[in-house]
């Protein structure tokens, strides 16, 4: 896979029609415009097809996303996203001010870093297959921590100087971009989203661009 990779002339995006940080990617492809290939793998169906050696041998990680674009490989979906910013910088996804950076910045990570990881695939899995741990408390696991870190989100949310429309102003950023497939994930699980109203607000009104609909899990080739 590697050869294949180091050859391509376009762009290719390693995918998971549920995954969360592919997603991200794939809002942020369309937001800029950018043509791309979709190569699904499905994180279920033979024990894991991202974890192949062919997978592997491309992103020692075995985590989707990967993008090769132009022969280079980019892994970490924040990375991929401000790789594509700063290759494409129109239209932006990003303010201009250093401040106001950090600020969209930081509500993305917040999510992608604190809230994401302890509710994706491979921790689950890990609860069930290693820590035997059943369903009922899996899924309470899962909405303590999706609702403990919503709950810090609607506080910056609903009392920051930015918010408007979306988390910064009335212009798409990075932390819609995180934040959509976010409030997605949670609906999936049935996590109460009563107490988020800004959260949820943004996130609904952003998932009804047209960038975000086409990027949604129900709309990809290899959806269920």
């Known amino acids: 896979m590697n050869d294949a990779a180091s050859s391509q002339a376009g762009t290719a995006l390693y995918d998971y029609f549920r995954s969360s940080a592919a997603f991200r990617v794939r809002?942020?492809?369309?937001?800029?415009?950018?043509?791309?290939?979709?190569?699904?793998?499905?994180?279920?169906?033979n024990g894991g097809e991202h974890l192949s050696d062919a997978y592997r041998a491309l992103n020692p990680q075995a985590l989707i996303p990967a993008l090769v674009d132009e022969g280079e490989v980019h892994t970490q979906s924040l990375a991929i996203i401000e790789y594509l910013e700063d290759k494409h910088p129109q239209p932006p996804i990003m303010p201009w001010h250093p401040s106001d950076r950090a600020y969209v910045r930081s509500l993305a990570l917040q999510i992608a870093c604190d809230i994401h990881p302890l509710n994706n695939l491979r921790v689950l899995a890990y609860l069930k297959d290693e820590l035997h741990i059943d369903d009922t408390h899996r899924r309470a696991w899962m909405h303590h921590w999706l609702q403990t870190g919503f709950a810090a989100l609607e506080q910056r949310l609903a009392n920051g100087p930015h918010t408007d429309r979306y988390c910064f102003g009335d212009t798409?950023?990075?932390?819609?971009?995180?934040?959509?497939?976010?409030?997605f994930n949670a609906r999936r699980f049935h996590v109460p989203l009563d107490a988020y109203p800004t959260v949820v607000r943004i996130a609904d009104a952003a998932a009804e661009l047209d960038a975000f609909r086409r990027a949604a899990p129900q709309n990809q080739p290899d959806s269920e």
């Open 27 to 45: 809002i942020a492809l369309n937001i800029k415009g950018l043509p791309y290939e979709q190569r699904p793998l499905h994180l279920l169906r």
């Open 172 to 183: 798409i950023t990075l932390a819609d971009i995180c934040l959509v497939p976010q409030v």
